[in-house]
């Protein structure tokens, strides 16, 4: 069974309630993002605080040698917009 996630820029994107993991595990870096705040706008509740984590994916690491940089952004585009800039540059 093939799974389909939905992606930005060609990389996928997968949440898991308030975190979000852009990027693929299979490569050496992915971004972590925890959703910290958020307001209700209408039927939707659109987040407002974003905590970054440009993490690698080495599995002998614990979680806190993984991170190499941190961030926080206002918004869910601003954050993946930093995230894929982080994972471009991660690969150069």
């Not at 939707?44 to 984590?53: P, S």
């Not at 806190?64 to 150069?92: F, Q």
């Amino acid at each position: 069974m093939s799974e389909t996630y939905m992606t930005y820029k060609n990389r996928p994107v997968v949440r898991s309630g308030k975190t979000i993991y852009y990027g693929s595990m299979a490569e050496p870096y992915v971004v972590m993002m925890n959703v910290n705040g958020g307001e209700q706008q209408g039927d939707v509740n659109v987040a407002t605080a974003i905590k970054c984590y440009l993490m690698k994916t080495d599995k002998s690491l614990n979680p806190m040698e993984a991170i190499i940089k941190t961030a926080e952004r206002a918004t869910l585009l601003d954050a993946l917009e930093l995230a894929s800039v982080w994972l471009k540059a991660a690969r150069a």
